[in-house]
């Protein structure tokens, strides 16, 4: 197979992946079959879809069910639990970062660390509590070593998180950092380029801007950074 059939294959699978994490039937003409094939786990990953089936809007606890005792892709091994996300799931404004770390891993919480206190923080000068935002992370189990996630290992989690925006359907989404932006927008454009401009995901505004880790590293971009939470306030109807 060249390499960009691969890759049309490879998207495909992720996005029948995908709409079977979000609750959706799918049901696809098998040519050496009279009648149509609907969609199971042991379905072939690929296949013509012409027809989809949409299912309700699943809540969190449904998408976390799902998710199980996850083992889709090799961060199982390395994980001491799964870090699913919190906050309102019904929160107007919800961020996504990369994959948790060692805090992280160990209780179970997204942004628990020291660039957790931050994004608390930076969330607070927004006028939201965390508890009325949601916060998640691209892949749900630590890396090793905080490397960062493999294509794969995107490929298999991103699913839940797309699930996940389904679910809470916030008005605004914020990445935080090169890696989610990427993973997300699926552009390798660099941070310091994709930061601060209104993109959108899944028909949601979307504001990359920097990891709060990386704003602890270098504190002369917090303004930035804090511009462009500015504008995520703005479109949410806030006075900066
Ligand atoms: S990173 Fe996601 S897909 Fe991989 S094992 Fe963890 S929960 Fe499952």
Redesign the pocket.
């Known amino acids: 197979m060249s390499d960009e059939l691969t890759e049309i294959a490879l998207e495909l699978r992720r996005h029948l992946a995908w709409q079977e994490a979000d609750g959706t039937r799918l049901i696809w003409k098998d040519p050496n079959l009279a009648a149509p094939v609907v969609s199971a786990r042991s379905a072939p990953a690929i296949a013509v879809v012409p027809k989809l089936e949409t299912g309700p809007r699943r809540t969190l606890d449904e998408i976390r069910t799902e998710?199980g005792d996850?083992?889709?892709?090799k961060?199982?091994g390395g994980?001491t639990q799964?870090v699913f996300g919190s906050g309102s799931p019904r929160a107007e404004l919800m961020f996504v970062g990369e994959a948790p770390g060692a805090d992280e891993d160990q209780q179970g919480m997204p942004f628990v660390g020291k660039a957790g206190q931050l994004l608390t923080k930076m969330i607070e000068a927004m006028k939201f509590t965390r508890d009325e935002v949601y916060i998640c992370n691209v892949?749900?189990?630590r890396p090793p070593e905080n490397r960062n996630p493999e294509p794969d290992?995107i490929a298999?989690?991103e699913p839940?998180l797309k699930a996940q925006v389904a679910s809470v359907r916030p008005k605004v989404l914020v990445t935080l950092g090169k890696f989610a932006a990427q993973a997300l927008l699926k552009d390798q454009t660099a941070i310091t380029r994709l930061r601060g401009q209104w993109r959108e995901y899944e028909g949601i505004p979307l504001m990359p801007t920097f990891h709060p880790a990386y704003l602890l590293r270098v504190p002369a971009e917090k303004k930035l950074a804090w511009g462009d939470l500015q504008e995520v306030m703005k479109k949410l109807g806030r006075t900066p």
């Open positions: 998710l996850c083992k889709r892709c961060l199982c994980r799964i892949v749900k189990c290992e298999a989690c839940f």
